[in-house]
């Protein structure tokens, strides 16, 4: 499975952005989908995920009510829909999948994305 994260850039603090994961080489229909992130000097970590057949979905705490994910399978695409954006989000963004069930842990996914630039100015 490759994976191809875009829609990244540059929004002002309160702002709107939505990412999306094109995957080809197989369809993922069955497969879990993570987006992560990664701010320059720290760890990458968890924003959320959806599970194979879009009933599950679940976020980090910072992100909830704010960020939401969503699938179209016919398309093999996961969207990252990032509303009310703050200078703490900045940090690239990466899509991730793996089989079935979606998980907080990046050691589970199996499969990432490129990344994609997104920066939040005060």
């Known amino acids: 499975v490759q994976l191809q994260a875009s829609g990244g850039g540059l929004v002002q603090a309160g702002g709107s952005l939505r990412l999306s994961c094109v995957a080809s080489?197989?369809?993922?229909?069955?497969?879990?989908m993570g987006w992560f992130r990664q701010a320059p000097g720290k760890e990458r970590e968890f924003v959320g995920a959806?599970?194979?057949?879009?009933?599950?979905?679940f976020y980090e705490d910072s992100v909830k009510g704010r960020f939401t994910i969503s699938r179209d399978n016919a398309k093999n695409t996961v969207y990252l829909r990032m509303n009310s954006l703050k200078p703490e989000d900045t940090a690239v963004y990466y899509c991730?999948?793996?089989?079935?069930?979606?998980?907080?842990?990046?050691?589970?996914?199996?499969?990432w994305g490129q990344g994609t630039q997104v920066t939040v100015s005060s």
């Open positions: 991730a999948a793996k089989k079935f069930v979606a998980s907080m842990d990046v050691q589970e996914y199996n499969y």
């Open positions: 080489g197989r369809t993922v229909i069955t497969y879990a």
């Open positions: 959806i599970n194979w057949s879009s009933t599950t979905t």
